[in-house]
């Protein structure tokens, strides 16, 4: 029942395992640390994702069979206007950040044949703290809001598309993000890994975050989140047109 649970789970952005790797006490701390962090309140998990770059696009018949992977065709599309949403009482807070930027997001669930079994739509919005560290807030929207926001995206940016085989390997969820358009970065494959760092003896978070990465997969090396790589590998930067 387990196995069938996570299966029928994985691909949702907001998936996530809390395994038996800690004793009960562990296991309560980590799922109100993550409640929190979906709520956009103070939390102390050690959450992250990790990227990784792959030298090309993963064959699909090469995968394990215990590995079940969902499909998704992604399309992501900047918006021009980055003001944030005003707070409960009516102030803008948009002083509090370094920058920030908005897109709508459109995710249609593909089956193995090509076939869209369904679609989602959401708007995020990313904030830019001190110390480059964001903040993703993201809501569902309807089609009907994503149209209506489609005309209003920044056209400065290219509409990215890309191709997601999301999957669950030895308790940590990974995601492939395939580029297909812009057509200059096409075939772009980039690992994404949801990880989260240990507990030491006083139950304090470490900043010490591992990932066992699956071995069927061609790993060229991780991406850092430099400046380099944020310009050469981040969607944000790729969508720039350049003159």
Not at 24 to 33: A, H, P, Q, S, Y
Not at 39 to 66: A, I, M, Q, V
Not at 194 to 222: C, M, S, Y
Request: aromatic letters at 10%.
């Amino acid at each position: 029942m387990d196995a069938l649970t996570r299966a029928a789970w994985v691909g949702h952005p907001k998936f996530m395992v809390i395994d038996n790797s800690t004793d009960f006490e562990g296991k309560m701390r980590k799922l109100v640390n993550a409640t929190a962090r979906l709520l956009g309140l103070p939390s102390t998990l050690n959450r992250t994702t990790l990227k990784y770059l792959l030298d090309s696009e993963p064959n699909l018949d090469f995968f394990p069979d215990d590995i079940k992977y969902h499909i998704f065709d992604v399309e992501k599309v900047y918006l021009h206007e980055n003001k944030p949403p005003p707070s409960d009482d009516g102030c803008d807070d948009r002083g509090q950040y370094e920058d920030e930027y908005s897109f709508i997001r459109k995710r249609s669930h593909v089956s193995q044949s090509g076939l869209v079994q369904g679609i989602t739509y959401g708007l995020t919005t990313v904030r830019i703290v001190s110390g480059d560290q964001q903040i993703e807030v993201k809501r569902i929207i309807t089609g009907r809001e994503y149209r209506s926001a489609y005309k209003n995206r920044d056209i400065s940016r290219r509409v990215v598309k890309q191709k997601r085989i999301s999957f669950l390997y030895k308790m940590q969820s990974f995601s492939i993000h395939i580029y297909r358009e812009p057509m200059d970065v096409e075939g772009l494959c980039i690992l994404h890994a949801q990880a989260e760092g240990t507990e030491n003896e006083h139950k304090e978070k470490v900043e010490d975050i591992t990932v066992d990465l699956p071995e069927f997969l061609k790993v060229v090396r991780q991406l850092e989140g430099t400046k380099q790589d944020q310009k050469k590998y981040g969607a944000y930067s790729i969508s720039l047109v350049h003159e």
